[in-house]
């Protein structure tokens, strides 16, 4: 018989405070949370977030291109636990503000394994191959249906949060240098769970 699903209820949903911390740190004590989506008028979407990014500004030479971002640096320099979306190919991605405000930092969600809601998810992103429906950064934001209206919310919901799941020891996790770099390459700044198949199938720089 599997094990009962956790509860996955705003009452649970990490509060901003979380966030306004060290971005590293941030991402790794992720990895085995839970996001949830309430879509408006729809289901309640789970996923358990298996890869994350850190980007901290301070020490980071990746954030040159916030000069070029029209209101990153304002949003990135905000209050923390806020969304925030970022385009890459004209795709956005889940971003969650750090660190306090006026300092530039953030983490990106780049993966997740579906808990509840996955025949939704399939309905919003059809897909072929199972893991393909949120093993990527833009691909989650699709299948869990993460709307232009969230961003700038706070990352305790109503419509987005994140609720504790199953710790993830070290020994689970591997770090690596962070997707599609090329400066800052070398910061190991990529969390991941070792071999779980919906960690996103992108290299590492200078991999």
Not at 71 to 92: D, E, I, K, S, T
Not at 129 to 138: E, I, K, M, S, V
Not at 140 to 149: E, G
Request: with cysteine; aromatic share 6%; proline share 12%.
């Amino acid at each position: 018989m599997s094990a009962p699903l956790p509860d996955f209820g705003h009452a649970r949903a990490v509060a901003p405070a979380f966030f306004g911390r060290d971005p590293v740190q941030v991402a790794r004590e992720l990895l085995g949370m839970v996001l949830v989506r309430e879509v408006p008028g729809g289901p309640r979407l789970a996923a358990r977030i298996v890869e994350t990014e850190a980007y901290d500004c301070p020490r980071d030479p990746s954030c040159h291109v916030i000069a070029r971002l029209p209101g990153a640096a304002q949003a990135l320099g905000g209050p923390p636990g806020r969304v925030y979306f970022h385009a890459v190919y004209q795709h956005a991605l889940l971003n969650v503000v750090c660190r306090e405000p006026g300092v530039q930092a953030t983490i990106l969600i780049r993966a997740a394994e579906p808990l509840l809601g996955e025949d939704t998810m399939r309905e919003l992103r059809p897909v072929k191959r199972r893991l393909d429906l949120t093993n990527g950064p833009a691909k989650l934001m699709t299948a869990l249906s993460i709307t232009p209206d969230l961003n700038g919310q706070r990352a305790d919901g109503p419509g987005l949060y994140f609720v504790p799941g199953e710790t993830v020891p070290d020994a689970g996790v591997t770090t690596t240098p962070r997707i599609g770099l090329r400066l800052g390459a070398d910061l190991p700044w990529r969390f991941l769970i070792t071999g779980n198949p919906w960690v996103s199938p992108g290299k590492p720089a200078g991999a």
